[in-house]
């Protein structure tokens, strides 16, 4: 357990080039070759924690200010992911979760019920939240580790639906998503997709970063929108000229070196991954596999920056007006783009209808982690993580993941209302999912078949 928690705390810039160079290595890669796509992949993720700890250290503040401002005062705050995560490790099913999320993604390659191979291995904190969650909720240890192969099986299944998504729009070939935030709240977005597909005059607005750059010219350029978008936070927030500039020229600087970091990362990975598939692909007779990682890789497409930049002050007034509502957006408010990113894609770059089914999608996740405040507080006790003062903490991430109450709320039934409501709705948009996924499969398998004809 020692070895593993020494393991962890290496954190994903030092953890993942480590997995990725010993699968290199078993994938008959020279060891000069793994080196580089693992130290080239670490490199990225510190650019990439660089960039976020820009947005957490000054984006977060005018957040919190803006909120202070506009008299929004709520009984929990958000602790955001790097609160949340560090409670599900040093829960009790922390310390099993690993074994089980890698033992239930080799079962599932095995009975070929996925087609993921996920060496996202830091990001299977959210399957030991959920599980720490359902352990709180029910007293049971036993439910808590089922909690977490169901949130495993549920996720690198996500991860296949979505598949098409990070291929098509965002061009990672052989990649998936299997993510407890980007994956989980993506099947929201499908039944908008198709409701604004089809709606007269409102299908044809197509509003995006390169539109906007056409347009407007050099003030539609992707590092101008973030400086825009900087200053109004900042003056929403309340703070003088010379503040609100200097957060502009980072939000600028966000908007250009994300994307940059992304290629560090893909640089490193393409190599390894195409030897992943190469080698799965002929030990399972041709079958298509998807190396699943972090969804920071989406990060890397400009409508998913500015998406995350809206949705700061967006976020806030929903937290106003979404009745119900005890959380106070604040930690996870400068990683947003984790929430949007598959659902980005799934709109093909469309912000305005990223807008609109990710305000209801981040309208359910404010409702449901008002919910779960109870059990949240108490995973945060038992973790020695309350501060002096602090009452009650909350988490979007995680803390509002509709599969966790889902599972929660099955196991007590102590809101049978909310479980029929957010249930039923959840498991409506996973059978549009369901759908949009075979849709996009017909349609991958006719172009093929379209240029085997023409060849």
């Given amino acids: 357990m020692n070895i593993m928690q020494y393991f962890l705390d290496l954190g994903p810039s030092v953890m993942l080039p480590i997995v990725i160079f010993i699968l290199a290595i078993c994938l008959k890669e020279k060891p000069g070759k793994a080196l580089r796509s693992g130290i080239m992949i670490g490199i990225g993720f510190i650019g990439i924690s660089l960039v976020i700890n820009l947005m957490v250290d000054n984006l977060g503040p005018a957040a919190k200010d803006m909120a202070e401002r506009f008299g929004v005062h709520m009984t929990a705050v958000d602790v955001g992911w790097p609160g949340a995560a560090p409670m599900a490790w040093a829960s009790q099913i922390g310390g099993v979760a690993i074994l ?23 990001n299977i904190w959210h399957m030991a939240f959920t599980g720490a969650m359902v352990q709180v909720a029910t007293g049971s240890f036993v439910w808590g580790m089922v909690a977490v192969a169901a ?9 296949d639906w979505f598949a098409p998504v990070t291929k098509n729009y965002f061009y990672l070939e052989g990649i998936a998503v299997p993510h407890g935030t980007s994956a989980l709240l993506a099947p929201f977005a499908i039944p908008f997709e198709w409701l ?16 906007i750059e056409s347009r407007l010219g050099v003030i539609g350029e992707p590092m101008i929108v973030g400086a825009v978008l900087g200053m109004a936070i900042g003056f929403l927030a309340g703070y003088d000229t010379k503040v609100a500039l200097q957060l502009g020229m980072q939000m600028a600087a966000v908007m250009i070196l994300m994307p940059k970091m992304v290629k560090c990362i893909m640089e490193g990975l393409l190599p390894v991954a195409g030897a992943a598939r190469k080698l799965l692909e002929k030990k399972f007779k041709g079958k298509e596999f998807y190396i699943g990682l ?29 009745p119900g509502n005890k959380v106070l957006p604040f930690g996870d408010l400068a990683t947003i783009g984790f929430f949007v990113g598959m659902t980005t894609g799934i709109h093909g770059g469309n912000l305005f209808r990223t807008l609109i089914s990710g305000s209801f999608m981040i309208s359910i996740t404010l409702w449901i982690s008002s919910q779960t405040i109870g059990w949240h507080t108490q995973m945060a006790d038992q973790a020695n993580a309350l501060s002096k003062g602090v009452t009650q903490v909350a988490s979007l991430d995680q803390g509002g993941s509709p599969f966790t109450y889902i599972l929660a709320q099955l196991l007590t039934l102590k809101n049978v209302n909310g479980l029929l409501f957010i249930g039923g709705l959840y498991v409506f948009c996973l059978i549009c999912t369901f759908i949009y996924y075979k849709q996009q499969t017909k349609k991958e398998l006719k172009a093929v078949e379209s240029e085997q004809r023409i060849s």
């Avoid at 239930?104 to 060496?119: D, P, Q, S």
């Avoid at 949130?151 to 991860?159: E, R, S």
């Avoid at 920071?296 to 979404?322: E, N, R």
Wanted: charge should be positive; aromatic fraction near 6%; proline fraction near 4%.
């Fill in 196 to 211: 604004l597909g089809s709606i007269p005059g409102v299908k044809k607005i197509n509003l995006n970063a390169e539109k």
């Fill in 151 to 159: 949130h495993a099986a549920f996720i690198y299944k996500l991860g």
């Fill in 100 to 122: 089980i999320a890698i033992g239930v993604n080799v079962l599932m390659l095995v009975l070929g019920l996925t087609r993921v191979v996920n060496v996202d291995i830091w």
């Fill in 294 to 322: 972090d969804p920071a890789l989406l990060l890397g497409d400009t409508q998913v920056v500015a998406a995350s930049l809206i949705f700061v002050p967006l976020t806030i007034i929903l937290a106003m007006i979404v």
